[in-house]
C-alpha cells in the first residue's frame, strides 16, 4: 500500500494545521493523545502548527502559504482539522479556503483517500437506521483522491454557460485500485471477507467505462485471489443503506468516493466520528472528513473522535506504530461503551472532556 517511509530516526516530524471553524478545538484534542502515544512507543514527536484554509489567508493572503506548503512536504505526516467558513466565501475561487486543501493534496501527492467506517455496537440504537442493518458494518472507501472532476480542466463559467472536465489516465487508476487490492489481502488476514466492489458509471460516462476496463485487468492479472464486483454509484448509494455490512473495500474515483462516504457517515451515527488517511509517495494527511462547521466553533461542543482516529490512523500508516494506533481506537471504542457522547451522539460531554476522557481510558 501507498505510504510514506517509516522515521529513520527516534524523532519524527509532524506538522499540525489546525485550519477553520472547529479545527483548532479538534486538533486541541487529538494532538496530546498523539504526542502520547508515539511517547509510549519511544518517539519523539517534532511538532509545528501553520495556518491553512481560511486561518492561511488571514495570515498570508493564500489558504496554502508557501511557509505551510513547504513544511508539509518535509514531515513525515501531516494532522488536519478542518478548512472553509462562511466570510471567505466572496473570495476569487483560487484563495478559498477549500483551495489550499485540494492544493496541498497535490503538493502532497496523496492519491488515495483511505475512509473507513464501523458501526460501535454502543451507537447502533443511535444511528437513524434500524440496528438490524447496521450489526456487522466494517467497510473501508478507497477515494481516488488528485484526478477526476475536482482537478480537470478546462473548467469555467462562461455567460449563461458553465463547465467542469472529468478526467482520468489509466496509470492514476492503476495506482489507487493497487492501494484497494493491497488492503483487502491485508483485511482478509484479519478475518474481514477481503473483496472489493468497484463503483462506476459506467452505463453512462466513458471515464467509468475505462475505470472498469483498468480495475478488472489487474483483478485478472495480479489480485486473482480478491473477489472483485462492480457497482453503478447510484445503486452502491441504495446499498449503503439497505445492505451495509454486504460491504468491505469500496474503491471508487473523486467524486463519487467524496459523496458516498458523507452518506457512510449515516451508518456510524455521526459524521464527527469518520477518520480519513490521505495516501502516496510522500507524507500522509490525516484528517476527519467532516468540514468546519462554524455554526458551532466556539462552543465546545464539536465531536473530535474523527479528529482523534485520524491520529491511530497516522501512527500506524506513517510512523509505523500499530500498536500505540490500536491502544488509541480501543481508547475511543471504551468511551463510547461506556456511554460517553458529544452532542451530535444525543450527549452533553464537551469536545475537551471527550478529549480526558479518551486519555484517561488511554492511560489504564
Known sequence: MAQHSPPSRLTARVVCLPGDGVGPEIIDVARPLLVSAANRAGITLELLELPIGGAGYDADGDPLPASTEAACRAADAVLLGAVGAPRYDALPPALRPEQGLLRLRRALGVFANLRPVKVYPSLVDRAPLKASLLEGTDLVV???????????????????????????????????????????????????????????????????????????????????????????????????????????????????????????????????????????????????????????????????????????????????????????????????????????LGGDVSTAQMGELICRALND
Open 142 to 344: 478507497v477515494r481516488e483522491l488528485l484526478s477526476g472532476l475536482y482537478f480537470g480542466e478546462p473548467r469555467g463559467i462562461e455567460g449563461d454557460r458553465a463547465f467542469n472536465t472529468m478526467a482520468y489516465e489509466k496509470s492514476e487508476i492503476l495506482r489507487v485500485a493497487e492501494v484497494a487490492f493491497e488492503l483487502a489481502r491485508t483485511r482478509r488476514e484479519a478475518g474481514r471477507p477481503g473483496q472489493v466492489t468497484s463503483v462506476d458509471k459506467a452505463n453512462v460516462l466513458e471515464v467509468s467505462r475505462l475505470w472498469r476496463e483498468v480495475v478488472s485487468e489487474l483483478q485478472r492479472t495480479r489480485y486473482p485471489d480478491v473477489p472483485l464486483t462492480h457497482q453503478y454509484v447510484d445503486s452502491a448509494a441504495m446499498d449503503l443503506i439497505r445492505r451495509p455490512a454486504s460491504f468491505d473495500v469500496v474503491l471508487t474515483e473523486n467524486l463519487f468516493g467524496d459523496i458516498l462516504t458523507d452518506e457512510a457517515a449515516v451508518l456510524a451515527g455521526s459524521i464527527g466520528l469518520l477518520p480519513s488517511a490521505s495516501l502516496g509517495a510522500g507524507p500522509g494527511l490525516y484528517e476527519p472528513i467532516h468540514g468546519s462547521a462554524p455554526d458551532i466553533a466556539g462552543r465546545g461542543v464539536a465531536n473530535p473522535i474523527g479528529a482523534v482516529l485520524s491520529a491511530a490512523s497516522l501512527l500506524r500508516l506513517s510512523l509505523h506504530l500499530p500498536a500505540e494506533a490500536a491502544r488509541l481506537e480501543a481508547a475511543v471504542e471504551a468511551v463510547l461503551e461506556a456511554g460517553h457522547f458529544t452532542a451530535d
